[in-house]
């Protein structure tokens, strides 16, 4: 059996150790972020904002905006680095494009697929999501050797909140009703739960080794979080979350590599990465019910019909959420990298 030498499943390969925990209390001055406009770039027409599109990125910075009922590319956008994270406005009109390394983030218009603005902040980001009312951004993050998730007032891009949780802050999922965050620590071996309505870290429950994403489910009574294996050939596992007592109630064997996971009626979908499959899940009996053979990273839901949308290289696959059947696949245009973060809207 091989050792797994990496603690990311995916878009990190080979990221350096995070430096020492520096105290507690970091302070707002220390991220010194800003907001700056920026020139559009615009390399096709744009989809309507009325349309259902799912959004795609990469390592090579270029945001791909699909007419998911034309089945093809009908934008791109150069958002200038590597994509780490992507979330949408509850309209689905704008997108976050988080460009983790370079510690920006591209505010992109959907229907005239242009970056309007940037927000530059002096930390290292990952994932983000957006409270479901549409007023705040979440992002993860390290700054200065802590853990940190940075709130944003979405109408005027200013930092609104940090808040300190573990180390090396990765997945972050957020309730239906917006007042919980769940924000996965990966080196942390630890999940940090965030009361949103006074923006502070609420609690800490205790992890198995390398946490990678989390899923919350439909009536937000259960969290789930993925954890790749430690060995190379054996299977990772998902830990299941009771949200009343923040205590871990069960676990699921998945494939090995377990990284991205979505909830979508009573299926969690998780891809695990060094196998090349997508485990399907049956959340009432919490029992793997399929196996679909097929290598994805970045994975999403659709709100409207719970249709799983999936970047599988240099395309998107999309699955009946309650068979698990592919409907369709769309090609993305010669991307020169795959894409390996995914969003839905519409």
């Known amino acids: 059996m091989r050792l797994v030498t990496t603690t990311r499943c995916q878009r990190r390969f080979g990221a350096r150790r995070m430096r020492a925990l520096v105290a507690a209390g970091i302070a707002t001055a220390m991220l010194a972020v800003g907001v700056v406009a920026e020139q559009p770039v615009e390399i096709r027409p744009a989809v309507s904002a009325a349309a259902v599109h799912a959004l795609v990125a990469g390592d090579n910075g270029e945001l791909r905006i699909v007419d998911v009922a034309a089945g093809q590319v009908s934008a791109v956008v150069d958002t200038g680095a590597m994509v780490t994270g992507l979330t949408l406005s509850p309209d689905g009109r704008t997108a976050f494009v988080v460009n983790g390394w370079s ?64 180390a090396s802050p990765t997945g972050i999922a957020i309730s239906p009703d917006g007042s919980h965050l769940y924000v996965v620590n990966n080196q942390g071996a630890s999940l ?19 946490p990678q994403y989390v899923a919350v489910s439909p009536d937000g009574a259960t969290t789930y979080v993925s954890h790749t294996s430690r060995l190379a050939d054996t299977n990772g596992s998902v830990s299941v979350i009771d949200n009343r007592t923040n205590q871990v ?25 060094q196998d090349g ?18 290598t994805a990273r970045g994975i999403a839901v659709s709100p409207r019909d719970h ?5 599988t290289g240099p395309a998107i696959t999309v699955l009946d959420g309650g068979t698990g059947q592919t409907t369709s696949t769309i090609d993305l245009a010669n991307s020169r990298n795959p894409a390996t973060v995914i969003a839905v809207a519409g």
């Open 249 to 273: 109630v069960g676990h699921i064997p998945v494939g090995v590599g377990a990284c991205e996971l979505a909830v979508g009626g009573d299926r969690l979908y998780v891809t695990n990465l």
């Open 307 to 311: 249709s799983v949308y999936l970047a």
């Open 103 to 166: 510690g920006t983030v591209a505010v992109v218009d959907v229907a005239d697929a242009t970056v309007v603005k940037r927000i530059r902040v002096k930390a290292e980001l990952d994932s983000a999501v957006v409270r479901p009312d549409g007023k705040r951004l979440y992002i993860t993050g390290t700054a200065n050797g802590q853990g940190v998730v940075l709130g944003f007032d979405t109408a005027s891009d200013s930092l609104a909140a940090v808040i300190q949780v573990g």
């Open 192 to 210: 940090t739960v965030i009361d949103t309505r006074i923006a502070t870290a609420t609690r800490t429950v205790p992890l198995d080794v390398l």
């Open 277 to 294: 499959t997508v485990s399907v899940v049956d959340t009432t009996t919490r029992r793997p019910v399929q196996t679909l053979v097929l």
